[in-house]
């Protein structure tokens, strides 16, 4: 029954033929085998660089998301100080200006203020030196009328000295008393 190989009874040289198709076969699937573990290694491989890449892309669009938002968020930061520094800067000078014109203002009633008490301090001071020339110039001219009157009334008359000066002679002879006696004195 098996006489011939697998050609049931045929030996005719296929045998040989049968041999190498049979290994061919095997060759064939083990290639197909060989290809298909390729095929699956690739297959993995590249399924493995996609999802690392689409990791890659969704952790870099994350990351871009965040930074963005920060960016966004600080440049709004920045904006809202910019505006309360421009609003500051309008009220400081607004304050600065008012404060000039009232300093100013306080200034200038000020010296006018001092300009006025110095005029009546001025006038009071030369009224009352013209009150004390005055009374001066009346008192001296008082006192010269009286002199002229005490010297047209005691006109003619005798006069004796106001003082004595010591040892200027003898005390007057109506007295009496010797000259050179101290005790009679």
Not at 19 to 41: E, K, W
Not at 162 to 168: E, I, P, S, V
């Amino acid at each position: 029954m098996f006489g011939g190989g697998f050609g049931w009874g045929n030996n005719g040289g296929n045998a040989n033929a049968l041999q190498a198709d049979v290994n061919r076969g095997f060759d064939n699937q083990n290639l197909q085998a060989q290809t298909r573990d390729i095929l699956t290694a690739v297959t993995n491989g590249t399924a493995q660089s996609v999802a690392a890449a689409n990791q890659v892309y969704h952790d870099l669009a994350s990351n871009l998301g965040d930074k963005y938002a920060e960016v966004t968020r600080d440049i709004g930061n920045l904006a809202m100080g910019v505006q309360n520094v421009a609003a500051n800067q309008s009220q400081c000078c607004c304050e600065t200006k008012l404060l000039i014109s009232e300093t100013g203002a306080n200034l200038s009633a000020q010296i006018a203020q001092n300009k006025y008490e110095n005029a009546l301090a001025l006038a009071g001071l030369e009224q009352r030196l013209t009150a004390k020339m005055d009374h001066n110039e009346i008192t001296a001219l008082r006192d010269q009328v009286q002199k002229l009157q005490l010297d047209q009334a005691t006109a003619g008359m005798l006069r004796f000295p106001n003082g004595w000066t010591y040892a200027a002679g003898q005390f007057p002879p109506i007295f009496g008393g010797c000259p050179g006696n101290a005790q009679n004195y």
